[in-house]
Structure formats: C-alpha cells, structure tokens
C-alpha cells in the first residue's frame, strides 16, 4: 500500500470513528438529559442520526477502496447506496428547514412557541421529511437505474454518485440529468429560501432587542444551526455548482469528501462547543460516572 493510501485510510478510519461516538454521544445525552427535551435538541438527535447513516452509508465501502486501492461494488449495491445517500442528503435538507422554523418560532413568537411546537408536532415534521425524501430519492434512483453501462464499469471515485455513473452510461442521459435539476426546485432551492427567510426575521428581531446581552443570547441559541447551514450548503454548492471543466479527479474526490465526510464528522462538535446546555449535560454525564465508579469501588 502506497504511503498516501495509508495516511487516507488512517484519517478517513479515525474520522468514520469519531463521527460515529460524537454523534451517538448526542442522541444518548438528548435521550437521557431531561434538560435537552426540548423540539431544539430532538431535531438535532434526528440530525445525527442521519450522519451516521450518511458517514455509513459512505465510509466503510470508501476505506475497502483505499486499502485495496481498486476494489469492486455489485450493480444493485451500487444503486443502494446511491439511494441511501440521496435520501439522507434530502432529509438533512429538509431537516435543517424544520430546524430553521423552530429557531423562527422560538424567537419571533416565543409566547405561541410551546403552543405550537408541540411533541407530536416535531414527529410529524421528522417522518414527513423522510417519507418526501425517500420518495424524492427514488427518482434519480429508477433513472439510474434504468440506463444502460456498456464500457468498461469503472467509477474513479470514492462512492456511487451521480455525475460518476452517469459518465458511465452510454445511453441517452438527457431524461435523469433533466429529473435532477428539477428535484434541485423543491429538495435544494425551495428550502434553502425558506431558511433565509427565516434568518431574515430572526436578525430583524434580534435587532430590536433592545439590550446588547439580549441580543447576543438571542443569537446563540441559532448560531450552532446557522453554522451547520453554511457548512452543510457550502459543501453541497461547492461540490455540484462550481464547474468541473479544468479539474483534475483529485480535487472532486476530495470534494465529495467534505460533504459525505466532512459535514458529519464537525457537526457534534458544532453543537457541544457552542451549546452551554449541551455542556452541562456533558459535566453530569462525568459527575454521574465518577459517582458511580465509586459506588461501585467501594462495594
């Protein structure tokens, strides 16, 4: 194994790793902190759930490449793991749409915000954007699908994507190519407008509050989400809009990184740096295992 395989494989292993325990580490804090039972951080449970089946989705199969430097994937896997990560991706679009209303609600109409967002409320926001980015997903998916490969079937990148198994095809493309720049309205576009619409009305409020230390409180509780966004959509455009006439195979791969890898593997620590209640669930976690190893030391 060349030496740059070798430190690809390590850094990718370590980041697969700590995308995995920082984002089980939150679902277990959130599931079990009764002071992060709140629509804010059920959204954000849903968020790493979705990472880690992003990362999983990815991850594995890119380190089988990267040690074996060519390896092979079935037709049919192929297909499943592109659906998967199209789905994922769509839900974490959504996703963090739901979660931009919830920060509009909590700042704009924080009188009507428990009113409103309500338990039953959140899950149903949570299985609609999965049930639309499921069906959404299965589009591109049956296009795909249905195009014929007749050359020889190698993908020179790190996962099942969409420009490389289109490349692939020797069948007209215009169909699925045309099918995703019209999903691009209502899985990219459309909920990219409603959460700066949403930021729109949230600094206008912050602005009239009249308090500096009432302004910057304000801010914090959307500062973690709206870093997110900008990574998350940052990654996203980068990868599919900026045209890739001039660069070399490297740099898509390293792109695609970012986004597949990348995005899950910062958001924990996104949202545990910049989370005071985070924090302190964290600071009771070690105060309740400290206790507990010596309740049980001195048994």
Not at 110 to 120: A, D, F, G, R, V
Request: hydrophobic share 45%.
């Amino acid at each position: 194994m060349a030496v740059y395989n070798l430190l690809l494989f390590s850094l990718v292993l370590i980041i697969y790793m700590v995308t995995i325990c920082g984002n089980c580490l939150i679902i277990m804090l959130v599931y079990y902190s009764k002071t992060l039972h709140s629509p804010m951080y059920f959204f954000l449970s849903q968020l790493s759930i979705s990472d880690i089946m992003l990362t999983t989705d990815i991850a594995p199969n890119m380190l089988n490449i990267v040690l074996h430097e060519r390896t092979s994937i079935s037709f049919s896997g192929c297909i499943t793991q592109f659906y998967v990560f199209g789905s994922v991706e769509t839900f974490e679009c959504y996703l963090l749409t739901v979660m931009s209303y919830d920060r509009y609600l909590a700042i704009c109409s924080p009188l009507h915000y428990t009113s409103i967002m309500k338990q039953t409320l959140c899950i149903q926001l949570v299985l609609a954007s999965w049930i639309f980015s499921c069906s959404m997903a299965i589009i591109p998916t049956l296009g795909i699908s249905q195009l014929e490969f007749c050359g020889p079937n190698c993908i020179d990148y790190l996962f099942c994507d969409f420009n490389p198994l289109v490349e692939l095809s020797c069948s007209d493309t215009s169909k699925v190519q045309m099918e995703i720049t019209v999903l691009c309205v209502p899985v990219l576009i459309f909920p990219f407008l409603v959460i700066v619409v949403s930021y729109t009305y949230i600094v206008l409020t912050i602005l009239k509050i009249s308090s500096f230390s009432g302004r910057l409180k304000s801010f914090s509780t959307c500062s973690s989400h709206l870093t997110v966004v900008f990574i998350f959509y940052g990654t996203l455009l980068a990868a599919y809009l900026i045209p890739k006439k001039g660069q070399s195979q490297m740099i898509n791969k390293i792109m695609s990184l970012l986004y597949t890898v990348f995005t899950p593997f910062v958001n924990p620590f996104i949202y545990s740096l910049r989370n005071k209640e985070i924090k302190d669930s964290l600071k009771m976690l070690d105060i309740n295992k400290s206790f507990l190893f010596k309740a049980f030391g001195k048994s």
